[in-house]
């Protein structure tokens, strides 16, 4: 089955609930001075778009774009459902993301995701993307539990 990825204004309980779903994560495997993930009235904010993925009518992962300049962009709010996992819902939130940026002129994507070992599937896909580790950009600091990367698009 084809993965259908929309534009979503977060105002359905259903992709409400994919956003709490993914803060709940990160919180179960981050300290919280160490989580970045956006609540639903930032995730609302102009310099946001936000996507689900759907398979048939089945929610299975969402992602996000943060402009942060006319260049710059942050990839926000990755998230796959544990039933969806390992099918490439990913992979296609990301290439919708970086085609989207690309469409909009900008030329580097940055994200931050977690150093653990809970997050060693989403830097692989990373990495395997072109993405490189940087330093922390925008308004993050240097954080042992943070990964920092980075993409010229």
């Given at each position: 089955m084809?993965?259908?990825i929309?534009l979503?204004?977060?105002?359905?309980?259903?992709?409400?609930?994919?956003v709490r779903?993914?803060?709940?994560?990160m919180?179960?495997?981050?300290?919280i001075?160490?989580v970045?993930?956006?609540?639903?009235e930032?995730?609302?904010?102009p310099?946001?778009t936000?996507?689900?993925?759907w398979?048939?009518?089945d929610?299975?992962?969402?992602?996000?774009?943060q402009?942060?300049?006319?260049?710059h962009g942050?990839?926000?709010?990755m998230r796959?459902?544990t039933?969806f996992?390992?099918?490439?819902?990913?992979q296609?939130?990301l290439n919708?993301i970086?085609?989207?940026?690309?469409?909009k002129?900008?030329?580097?994507l940055?994200l931050?995701?977690g150093s653990?070992?809970?997050?060693?599937a989403a830097r692989?896909m990373?990495?395997?993307?072109g993405?490189?580790?940087?330093?922390?950009?925008?308004d993050y600091k240097l954080?042992?539990?943070?990964v920092?990367?980075?993409?010229h698009?």
């Open positions: 084809n993965i259908n929309q979503d204004d977060l105002s359905s309980q259903e992709s409400q609930s994919i779903e993914h803060m709940a994560g919180l179960a495997n981050t300290p001075e160490s970045h993930a956006l609540p639903l930032k995730l609302r904010q310099n946001m936000f996507w689900t993925a398979k048939g009518s929610l299975c992962g969402c992602g996000a774009l402009t942060l300049d006319a260049q942050e990839v926000k709010t796959t459902r039933k996992l390992r099918q490439g819902i990913g296609a939130v919708h970086i085609n989207h940026a690309t469409q002129g900008l030329n580097r940055s931050e995701t653990s070992d809970a997050f060693s692989a990373y990495l395997r993307n993405f490189k580790i940087c330093e922390p950009f925008g954080d042992p539990l943070s920092f990367m980075t993409k698009i």
